[in-house]
């Protein structure tokens, strides 16, 4: 059941009408079952993996917290603790990289001994990147007690499968997002119009600028030599396709929970804004980023292991150098994970460590860069020194993009070249719009894509320079509000129907 679909959003009308409708000592029960209905639309067999996760880690917590609770001598209690939390995770993430990481396995034996092994046919449930995680997240929360555990199955069950969030995020944390999910709500006008308003906005980003964007980055980089002229117009298009589908996503998410008065976490904080890589991934896929800080970071970083190398390293290259290499080996190996959750192939595996490299270079080279803006009279608040960090970083984003989208690691390579050495900006005219419309829409494609792009940056800028767009817009007169979700209604789809390729949101698949 697509996100942007009529099914849908009939499906979203009936459980809001219903939540606010039955005593509210029920709500709960009605948001897991519309939860569980929504999955099991995808496919019932796919369920069983949510299932599982949700009874593993329920039990998981419950059996942590029991033996935190009894009088037990302390190193028994806290063996006893830690087996469990390595069952729990070692059978959750077991299941998740059988399913998404065996044929990626079988891939790299077979090219690098020559074998022959064949590749398996495994059911990929929808999501199951986003609740793994979610999930994981409260069973290590109890065992570093930073949360108690849930008792009702149900309520743990509706907190792992909550619909608008499980496809496709965010990752919430059950101190935050549980309490919401199982106390009362009332109907509050408010909440209803800022849930609307960004279902909208997240609908223009996807409908209008990805599903347009989309048919340009996949003609480009499924032809790499055919628009060998156009690999600078294709990262560029496939930034604008990234960020408006899976922000766009976000906003649909966000807005839908809202109407049930849940306000969940934001993912993204205008990322082309960014003065740094390390600044973009404060800003981008924002859940992601704090669960691989307090899950892989901070214990990587504080472990045993890295004690000691912290002492080797201040040995070998004195204080400052021996106390940031740990630091920038702890984000390496982040970024690794965080390549290896992207995806089941060598592309993403470099995508991660390019992210890793940068930002562990940074902190290494950060003493230098301060001695070099001193001597260069280099002010950090100046606005052209402001500008020119927002377009380095956009470059070096950019690059990485090469990698999440070509089909392989040669073929990023291959367009990374044509980026610098070729550029025929004609070809994109040669791009068709759909295969009866021919080239018939192609501009008007483009200009659409720009002219939204306009509008996302103009919010954006207002936003970062501190304007709460949301608040201007409830001011309003009721007409102009009337006036301008008429006008989407009515434009959404116009301005998406040339592209003809409207697609499911990308991060769904994960």
């Given at each position: 059941m697509s996100l942007i679909s009529m099914e849908f959003?009939?499906?979203?009308?009936?459980?809001?009408?219903?939540?606010?409708?039955?005593?509210?000592?029920?709500?709960?029960?009605?948001?897991?079952?519309?939860?569980?209905?929504?999955?099991?639309?995808?496919?019932?067999?796919?369920?069983?993996?949510?299932?599982?996760?949700?009874?593993?880690?329920?039990?998981?917590?419950?059996?942590?917290?029991?033996?935190?609770?009894?009088?037990?001598?302390?190193?028994?209690?806290?063996?006893?603790?830690?087996?469990?939390?390595?069952?729990?995770?070692?059978?959750?993430?077991?299941?998740?990289?059988?399913?998404?990481?065996?044929?990626?396995?079988?891939?790299?034996?077979?090219?690098?001994?020559?074998?022959?092994?064949?590749?398996?046919?495994?059911?990929?449930?929808?999501?199951?990147?986003?609740?793994?995680?979610?999930?994981?997240?409260?069973?290590?929360?109890?065992?570093?007690?930073?949360?108690?555990?849930?008792?009702?199955?149900?309520?743990?069950?509706?907190?792992?499968?909550?619909?608008?969030?499980?496809?496709?995020?965010?990752?919430?944390?059950?101190?935050?997002?549980?309490?919401?999910?199982?106390?009362?709500?009332?109907?509050?006008?408010?909440?209803?119009?800022?849930?609307?308003?960004?279902?909208?906005?997240?609908?223009?980003?996807?409908?209008?600028?990805?599903?347009?964007?989309v048919i340009f980055v996949n003609a480009i980089f499924d032809a790499p030599d055919v628009y060998d002229g156009l690999a600078i117009i294709g990262v560029l298009a496939y930034s604008i396709q990234l960020y408006c589908d899976f922000s766009g996503g976000m906003d649909v998410v966000i807005g839908i929970a809202k109407l049930f008065g849940i306000t969940l976490d934001e993912n993204f904080k205008r990322p082309y804004f960014a003065i740094s890589i390390t600044d973009f991934w404060h800003r981008w896929h924002i859940t992601l980023g704090t669960w691989m800080k307090d899950y892989v970071f901070y214990p990587v970083s504080l472990s045993g292991w890295m004690k000691h190398f912290s002492k080797f390293s201040k040995k070998l290259f004195g204080k400052q150098i021996g106390r940031t290499l740990p630091i920038c080996l702890a984000n390496l190996i982040v970024f690794l994970v965080v390549g290896i959750w992207h995806g089941a192939a060598w592309k993403f595996i470099i995508y991660g460590l390019y992210n890793g490299l940068i930002i562990a270079f940074s902190g290494l080279m950060a003493p230098n860069y301060r001695k070099w803006k001193q001597k260069l009279h280099i002010v950090e608040d100046n606005k052209g020194f402001h500008f020119f960090q927002i377009v380095r970083t956009f470059i070096l984003v950019n690059i990485s993009w090469f990698f999440d989208i070509a089909k392989d690691v040669p073929t990023a390579l291959l367009m990374m070249k044509h980026a610098i050495t070729k550029c025929n900006l004609y070809q994109i005219f040669e791009i068709k719009i759909g295969e009866a419309s021919g080239t018939k829409y192609t501009l008007v494609a483009i200009l659409v894509i720009l002219f939204g792009c306009l509008a996302v940056f103009i919010v954006s800028f207002l936003e970062e320079s501190g304007k709460d767009i949301a608040v201007f817009f409830a001011r309003q007169h009721w007409l102009v509000k009337c006036a301008v979700y008429v006008g989407l209604i009515l434009l959404l789809p116009a301005l998406g129907q040339p592209a003809g390729e409207a697609g499911g949101f990308i991060y769904a698949q994960f």
């Open positions: 959003l009939l499906f979203v009308f009936l459980a809001v009408v219903g939540y606010y409708w039955i005593p509210q000592k029920f709500q709960w029960i009605w948001l897991l079952i519309f939860s569980y209905i929504y999955y099991i639309s995808g496919g019932l067999q796919v369920t069983s993996f949510l299932v599982f996760t949700t009874i593993t880690t329920y039990l998981g917590g419950v059996f942590l917290e029991k033996i935190s609770e009894k009088n037990m001598e302390k190193q028994k209690a806290k063996k006893k603790k830690k087996q469990i939390l390595i069952s729990v995770l070692l059978l959750n993430f077991g299941v998740l990289g059988v399913l998404k990481y065996t044929n990626f396995a079988i891939g790299t034996v077979n090219t690098l001994f020559g074998a022959e092994f064949n590749t398996l046919q495994f059911l990929l449930p929808l999501g199951i990147s986003f609740y793994t995680f979610q999930s994981m997240g409260y069973i290590l929360d109890i065992y570093w007690e930073r949360t108690t555990a849930e008792h009702n199955l149900f309520r743990f069950a509706l907190f792992v499968s909550f619909f608008p969030q499980i496809l496709q995020g965010p990752i919430g944390r059950f101190s935050k997002l549980g309490t919401q999910l199982f106390e009362a709500h009332s109907l509050h006008s408010e909440e209803i119009e800022q849930g609307i308003l960004r279902i909208f906005w997240g609908y223009f980003k996807k409908m209008v600028l990805a599903d347009n964007a």
